[in-house]
């Protein structure tokens, strides 16, 4: 494969001092006498941080009793330190603000590091703050001693080390503002209990200094015209539409560009709600569990605009073989996405907002001086797709609920408005599928790290940043017993989640696998769950063990009445244990490694489609 042209060199945005805003009502702080621990909660409180999702410990102790006479910082006892990265997590993907969560050292540190490693993947704003053994016993393999520093630094965008007090403010500025800009993600600041105990003078930083961290927001004019050049004179153009294009909150400016080119869009798993699901030019999810009509017209594409994407190999199958015909423009904000995977022809570095608005109206001047392009055949190429490959399901053979129809209607009946948090297989495929996204930000799952256990604990996040909206955690049998624990935390803090617990007595995707690759046999995927006479537990008694109320739904005649009866309830946390078929699949699949080309419609059904120009 040819390297492609060289990248232009982005415009930079000259700011080696980024000013930080103050609330205004701690305008003009005066330097006063604190200890390091009450530094911590005092420079949270100035970042504007109101949630902390935690579990305090020997190291972190010193910073939990100031952060009990806070009166602006809502501190959340959670289960596990993992349901505390989860749920800060899932409040930073709903709300757009940074999460926040706080563990001791050692195994309450590295308990940190999965849902760290998560927001990596997926772009999440997070500030993970731990507690280290004193200064003097760092290196001497001390109780509940770990580097977390060192184990974390290939997950997070930067990490520090604090054991002077004096510095915890810079710090924890620079930390807020490192996840929240460029390409957002998770920044760790590990601080010795040393210094939190350890008197310092307050003094707060109005401005961050960072040489050497500039991330470039604005793309480049001219990549910018030769991209819609190329938009406006393609005959089989595909917008490939990513989770960046959310988490540079552009779907007004996407739906622009959407409406002015007249393309075909598809949305990844990581960003479905950027472009309404009812909009007349969204074939749905590419890849390897997307819609025949989403793969197959990136296959057949002269000319690919990837915004926030990064041809991640579930969506391109076999890479040597992903879209073979088609001119690419990348758009970025971090340029070391841009030619990694696929080589691009026009890179762009910058945010999508800014992409975004910039490409429209270098689009609208192509198309006053040129003309609009002539995508009909391309259209009726499409719509034949659409008509002959529509996603849908059969009916259960052993009479138990079909998972399909279960998800489809806790979307139908919740609506658009809702939050759906999926945990990680086939239930969140599913969910990618049926549930109709109509606006970002309605849809969190752990996209890229693929982590079992993200659902429960990312949908409590998700409704303590927005208390106003249904949240369901439509979770798998498995996921569900990896942090259920957290619905304690729910209960007791009163935040009411609705979990759909879609339960198919296995591993399900394992399974999926097992039936396809491996001849059915079904080594350790059986979970005793809910089906026959056992169930192990009971996840109807678990959840009014926790405090929840919990229901169960065996029968299609009950689905809707017991989704309903779900959500009439808002001052409980909810648990459906919807039993389902264990032999359902996920369909359309591309099998790992294999070229698109080769998508299955269903099992022994491949589309018949030209592979030729």
């Known amino acids: 494969m040819s390297q492609g042209p060289t990248p232009a060199a982005p415009r930079a945005v000259p700011t080696p001092r980024?000013?930080?805003?103050?609330?205004?009502?701690?305008?003009?702080?005066?330097?006063?006498?604190?200890?390091?621990?009450?530094?911590?909660?005092?420079?949270?409180?100035?970042?504007?941080?109101?949630?902390?999702?935690?579990?305090?410990?020997?190291?972190?102790?010193?910073?939990?009793?100031?952060?009990?006479?806070?009166?602006?910082?809502?501190?959340?006892?959670?289960?596990?330190?993992?349901?505390?990265?989860?749920?800060?997590?899932?409040?930073?993907?709903?709300?757009?603000?940074?999460?926040?969560?706080?563990?001791?050292?050692?195994?309450?540190?590295?308990n940190l590091v999965t849902p760290i490693a998560d927001?990596?993947?997926?772009?999440?704003?997070?500030?993970?703050?731990?507690?280290?053994?004193?200064?003097?016993?760092?290196?001497?393999?001390?109780?509940?001693?770990?580097?977390?520093?060192?184990?974390?630094?290939?997950?997070?965008?930067?990490?520090?080390?604090?054991?002077?007090?004096?510095?915890?403010?810079?710090?924890?500025?620079?930390?807020?503002?490192?996840?929240?800009?460029?390409?957002?993600?998770?920044?760790?600041?590990?601080?010795?209990?040393?210094?939190?105990?350890?008197?310092?003078s307050f003094s707060w930083p109005h401005e961050v200094t960072l040489p050497g961290y500039h991330p470039v927001t604005k793309?480049?004019?001219?990549?910018?015209r030769e991209a819609a050049r190329l938009l406006a004179t393609a005959r089989r153009p595909v917008l490939y539409v990513g989770g960046g294009v959310i988490r540079s909150r552009a779907a007004a400016e996407l739906r622009r560009l959407v409406d002015l080119s007249g393309a075909p869009v598809v949305t990844t798993l990581m960003?479905?709600?950027?472009?309404?699901?009812?909009?007349?030019?969204?074939?749905?999810?590419?890849?390897?569990?997307?819609?025949?009509?989403?793969?197959?017209?990136?296959?057949?594409?002269?000319?690919?605009?990837?915004?926030?994407?990064?041809?991640?190999?579930?969506?391109?199958?076999?890479?040597?073989?992903?879209?073979?015909?088609?001119?690419?423009?990348?758009?970025?904000?971090?340029p070391a996405e841009i030619g990694k995977n696929r080589t691009a022809d026009v890179p762009i570095v910058g945010d999508l907002r800014e992409v975004v608005t910039d490409l429209v109206p270098a689009l609208e001047t192509e198309h006053a001086q040129h003309g609009k392009p002539d995508l009909a055949a391309w259209w009726h190429q499409v719509d034949d797709w659409r008509e002959t490959y529509p996603l849908g399901y059969t009916e259960t053979e052993d009479g138990l609920l079909a998972p399909q129809y279960v998800i489809e209607r806790?979307?139908?009946?919740?609506?658009?408005?809702?939050?759906?948090?999926?945990?990680?297989?086939?239930?969140?495929?599913?969910a990618a599928q049926f549930i109709r996204f109509e606006r970002p930000n309605a849809w969190l799952n752990s996209g890229g790290l693929g982590t079992m256990g993200y659902s429960v604990p990312a949908a409590m996040g998700a409704k303590v940043g927005e208390p106003d909206r249904t949240v369901w955690s439509i979770d798998g049998d498995g996921c569900f017993q990896m942090t259920n624990q957290e619905l304690a935390t729910c209960a007791i803090n009163e935040i009411p989640i609705k979990v759909?617990?879609?339960?198919?007595?296995?591993?399900?995707?394992?399974?999926?696998?097992?039936?396809?690759?491996?001849?059915?046999?079904?080594?350790?995927?059986?979970?005793?769950?809910?089906?026959?006479?056992?169930?192990?537990?009971?996840?109807?008694?678990?959840?009014?063990?926790?405090?929840?109320?919990?229901?169960?739904?065996?029968?299609?005649?009950?689905?809707?009445?017991?989704?309903?009866k779900a959500l009439e309830i808002d001052d409980q946390p909810v648990v459906v244990d919807f039993t389902v078929s264990r032999d359902a699949m996920v369909w359309p699949m591309v099998a790992a490694g294999v070229s698109n080309d080769e998508i299955q419609y269903a099992r022994g059904i491949s589309p018949t489609w030209d592979r030729e120009d």
């Open 410 to 430: 806790v979307g139908e009946l919740t609506g658009p408005e809702g939050i759906y948090v999926a945990g990680v297989g086939q239930h969140q495929m599913w």
């Open 18 to 110: 980024t000013a930080i805003p103050t609330p205004p009502s701690t305008q003009a702080v005066a330097p006063v006498e604190v200890t390091g621990a009450e530094s911590i909660v005092r420079s949270l409180e100035q970042v504007g941080v109101e949630v902390v999702f935690g579990i305090p410990g020997g190291a972190i102790l010193p910073t939990y009793d100031p952060l009990m006479d806070s009166t602006k910082l809502r501190h959340i006892l959670v289960r596990h330190e993992q349901g505390a990265g989860h749920a800060a997590e899932g409040y930073a993907s709903a709300t757009g603000k940074v999460g926040v969560c706080m563990a001791t050292s050692g195994p309450g540190a590295t």
């Open 271 to 334: 960003a479905r709600g950027a472009l309404p699901d009812s909009h007349p030019q969204h074939l749905g999810m590419p890849g390897m569990h997307g819609t025949v009509p989403a793969v197959l017209a990136l296959q057949k594409a002269d000319l690919i605009v990837a915004l926030g994407a990064r041809f991640d190999d579930r969506v391109t199958g076999k890479l040597s073989t992903f879209a073979p015909h088609a001119t690419i423009v990348h758009a970025d904000i971090d």
């Open 119 to 200: 927001a990596h993947m997926d772009s999440v704003p997070l500030v993970a703050i731990t507690g280290q053994v004193g200064e003097s016993l760092i290196g001497t393999d001390a109780f509940q001693e770990a580097d977390i520093v060192g184990i974390t630094m290939p997950i997070t965008k930067h990490n520090f080390l604090v054991t002077d007090p004096a510095e915890i403010p810079r710090v924890i500025t620079e930390a807020f503002h490192i996840a929240s800009t460029g390409r957002p993600g998770p920044v760790l600041v590990d601080i010795a209990k040393s210094a939190m105990q350890t008197t310092t």
């Open 500 to 564: 759909a617990v879609v339960n198919n007595s296995s591993l399900g995707m394992v399974r999926q696998w097992q039936t396809l690759f491996y001849e059915s046999r079904y080594s350790n995927t059986d979970l005793h769950t809910g089906h026959g006479t056992k169930r192990i537990p009971d996840f109807v008694k678990m959840a009014e063990a926790y405090g929840c109320v919990g229901l169960r739904c065996e029968s299609p005649a009950e689905v809707d009445d017991t989704i309903k």
């Open 219 to 224: 793309p480049h004019s001219k990549q910018i």
